[in-house]
Each structure stands twice: as structure tokens, then as C-alpha cells.
């Protein structure tokens, strides 16, 4: 099974900056889609960018176009999400997540990662 490690939260100004990490390991990702999300207290789970290993091709959600990047480097097996102009309401508990390029579900969660912005 597939098994992913978040890491890079923590405590930022508004207007700051974190990168988020995604360890993986367990089973091949080459045909393997990878996403981020995010969930606020009170709120729904969100999406909020996917990367493919082949082809690198992207997603991003208009609420974070523009402010968040999403990219793969395939020699350390790791996801990153780099977070610029991060807002208040960006404060939330970010999750890597994988799926099978055949299913919508990811199936695949880490444990989550705390990140808050402070105004």
C-alpha cells in the first residue's frame, strides 16, 4: 500500500510563505495522481492542487491559483506545495493524497499537517 508523510507546517504572518511536503512510499506512482487538501475548522475538506507523475501536468483550485505551486520530485519520492501570499483564511489542516489515475477517490491520505496563518 501506498503510504504518504506530511511535513512543513507551522505558524506564519500573513503575506509569508511555508512548502509543504509529501513522503511517499509503498507501491509504484507512475500511474498515480497526487493532490493536496485542506480542511478549516467547521468546513468541508477542499482540494486545492494535483500534480501527475507523468507528464507533471497540474490542477489548482481558483482560491489558491496564482498563490500555491504544486510539484513532484520523483529521486526523493516527494510532493511539495509551495504556498506564497498565505492569508488568514488559508489556516487549516493540509493533507497529501494519492489515487489511481482510473478513480476520482483518493484512497491514499497522510496524517495531515497544521498550518496557521496569523494576521
Known amino acids: 500500500q501506498v503510504q504518504l508523510v506530511e511535513s512543513g507546517g507551522g505558524l506564519v504572518q500573513a503575506g509569508g510563505s511555508l512548502r509543504l511536503s509529501c513522503a511517499a512510499s509503498g507501491r509504484t506512482f507512475s500511474s498515480y495522481v497526487m493532490g493536496w487538501f485542506r480542511q478549516a475548522p467547521g468546513k468541508e475538506r477542499d482540494l486545492l492542487a494535483t500534480?501527475?507523475?507523468?507528464?507533471?501536468?497540474?490542477y489548482y483550485a481558483d482560491s489558491v491559483k496564482g498563490r500555491f505551486t504544486i510539484s513532484g520530485d520523483n529521486a526523493k519520492n516527494t510532493v511539495y506545495l509551495q504556498m506564497n501570499s498565505l492569508k488568514p483564511e488559508d489556516t487549516a489542516v493540509y493533507y497529501c493524497?494519492?489515487?489511481?489515475?482510473?478513480?476520482?477517490?483518493?484512497?491514499?491520505w497522510g496524517q495531515g499537517t497544521q498550518v496557521t496563518v496569523s494576521s
Open positions: 500534480i501527475t507523475w507523468t507528464g507533471g501536468r497540474t
Open positions: 493524497a494519492a489515487r489511481s489515475v482510473l478513480t476520482y477517490d483518493y484512497n491514499y
